[in-house]
């Protein structure tokens, strides 16, 4: 898979089934679905540094929900234990179904977290800027090199350390990391002064040259587009709808064209598109079909069971098999991943 859109649009999928959702076996299932397309990517992009540990990140997130909730939130018929005293917020009763409530919110946010890293895995940075309307190009340059600029230091930082320890220094108190951070200071200067002496050869953020009086203003078209949006939401919130819909129409055409405008003005040129490939259609069209399933009024298809609540006594979530199986439509790249491995390594080693 090489299209960035297919990506993006399976992206949406997870995201989506995450915040319509707080079954723990719905959540479990589209967890399990997400790590599995991320370890099928990680035998491919191996070798990229990271600060901490994304497991122990993953335990201290469920860790945090889980007690911040049920020290703050005191309901549920279920008593565990009872807090003594008068502290705000924390004494109290404390329950079961708060437990199970914090640890949801907390497998919701892993979720969303994995996600975006498999995000990351899978796409480089240039394919995920290639997304990014022409009209904020610039800005999205400079923040991918904002990104992309702490693997760079981590990597740098670990070179130092390892140069350090060779000449028998060793880390025992604060004083001792000053011959680590003035290299990394000074590599990261260096760093900076190169690529933006080659963005500036290369043209970054140039302009194309605008006739004179052809000279057009897209922010003040901009400018009336938001106008037009806060009218219309405030005429629909007044009771006319009609006039109100007309309005924030209108203001979004105006933005729209304003931004499309702006983006014909900078330069943007590649060397090679993505073509969508049978994997990358597939891929989105099983996640479009999953979303219908989930958004779409479907007759006949029973979606209590994603509206679980532990609150106000626990009980067993609910489960529809329907729904289990659509879910585990997201191991689909996954196993694209998985037996198109080769495939995929030629065209990672060719973007290096």
């Given at each position: 898979?090489?299209?960035?859109?297919?990506?993006?649009?399976?992206?949406?999928?997870?995201l989506?089934?995450?915040?319509?959702?707080?079954?723990?076996?719905?959540?479990m299932?589209?967890l399990?679905?997400v790590?599995?397309v991320?370890?099928?990517?990680q035998?491919?992009?191996?070798?990229?540094?990271?600060?901490?540990?994304l497991?122990?990140?993953a335990?201290?997130?469920?860790m945090f929900?889980?007690?911040f909730n049920?020290?703050t939130?005191?309901?549920?018929?279920?008593?565990?234990?009872?807090?003594p005293?008068k502290l705000?917020l924390?004494?109290g009763?404390v329950?079961?179904?708060a437990v199970?409530?914090?640890?949801?919110?907390?497998?919701?946010?892993i979720?969303?977290?994995?996600?975006?890293?498999?995000?990351?895995?899978?796409?480089?940075?240039?394919?995920?800027?290639s997304?990014?309307?022409?009209?904020?190009?610039?800005?999205?340059v400079?923040?991918?090199?904002?990104?992309?600029?702490?693997?760079?230091t981590?990597?740098q930082?670990?070179?130092?350390?390892?140069?350090?320890?060779?000449r028998g220094h060793?880390m025992?108190?604060?004083?001792?990391?000053l011959?680590?951070?003035?290299?990394?200071?000074?590599?990261?200067?260096?760093?900076?002064?190169?690529l933006?002496?080659?963005?500036?050869?290369?043209g970054f953020?140039?302009?194309?040259s605008?006739?004179?009086?052809?000279?057009?203003h897209?922010?003040?078209?901009m400018?009336?587009g938001?106008?037009?949006?806060?009218?219309?939401w405030?005429?629909?919130?007044s009771g006319?709808q009609?006039n109100?819909?007309?309005?924030?129409?209108?203001?979004?055409?105006?933005?729209?064209g304003?931004?499309?405008?702006?983006?014909?003005?900078?330069?943007r040129?590649?060397?090679h598109?993505?073509?969508?490939?049978?994997?990358d259609?597939?891929?989105?069209?099983?996640s479009?079909?999953?979303?219908?399933?989930?958004l779409?009024?479907?007759?006949g298809?029973?979606?209590?069971s994603?509206?679980?609540?532990?609150y106000p006594?626990?009980?067993?979530?609910?489960?529809n098999?329907i729904?289990g199986l659509?879910?585990?439509?997201?191991?689909?790249?996954g196993?694209?991943?998985?037996?198109g491995?080769?495939?995929?390594?030629?065209?990672f080693e060719?973007g290096?």
């Amino acid at each position: 898979m090489k299209q960035p859109w297919a990506w993006v649009i399976w992206l949406a999928t997870p995201l989506v089934l995450f915040s319509i959702t707080r079954n723990p076996l719905y959540l479990m299932i589209i967890l399990l679905c997400v790590l599995f397309v991320g370890l099928t990517l990680q035998g491919v992009r191996t070798g990229i540094p990271r600060p901490f540990s994304l497991w122990k990140l993953a335990l201290w997130i469920i860790m945090f929900a889980t007690v911040f909730n049920a020290l703050t939130s005191h309901y549920g018929q279920t008593v565990m234990f009872t807090i003594p005293g008068k502290l705000p917020l924390i004494s109290g009763k404390v329950t079961l179904e708060a437990v199970v409530y914090g640890a949801t919110n907390g497998l919701i946010l892993i979720g969303i977290l994995a996600s975006f890293l498999v995000l990351t895995l899978a796409l480089r940075t240039r394919d995920l800027i290639s997304l990014i309307p022409r009209a904020f190009f610039p800005v999205a340059v400079v923040t991918s090199i904002a990104v992309t600029y702490l693997p760079t230091t981590l990597r740098q930082f670990q070179q130092i350390r390892e140069a350090q320890a060779i000449r028998g220094h060793q880390m025992r108190k604060l004083r001792d990391w000053l011959p680590l951070l003035m290299p990394l200071l000074v590599g990261g200067l260096e760093h900076a002064m190169q690529l933006a002496e080659a963005m500036t050869a290369r043209g970054f953020a140039s302009t194309k040259s605008v006739p004179v009086g052809r000279h057009f203003h897209p922010r003040f078209l901009m400018l009336v587009g938001v106008v037009l949006l806060s009218m219309g939401w405030v005429s629909q919130l007044s009771g006319a709808q009609v006039n109100g819909w007309l309005l924030i129409g209108v203001g979004g055409m105006l933005i729209l064209g304003a931004l499309w405008y702006q983006g014909r003005q900078s330069n943007r040129t590649t060397y090679h598109r993505p073509a969508w490939g049978w994997q990358d259609i597939l891929t989105m069209l099983v996640s479009l079909c999953i979303l219908a399933l989930f958004l779409l009024p479907i007759p006949g298809l029973n979606r209590e069971s994603l509206y679980y609540d532990p609150y106000p006594k626990l009980t067993l979530p609910p489960f529809n098999p329907i729904l289990g199986l659509a879910m585990l439509g997201l191991l689909t790249p996954g196993i694209f991943v998985l037996y198109g491995k080769p495939d995929l390594e030629k065209s990672f080693e060719f973007g290096k």
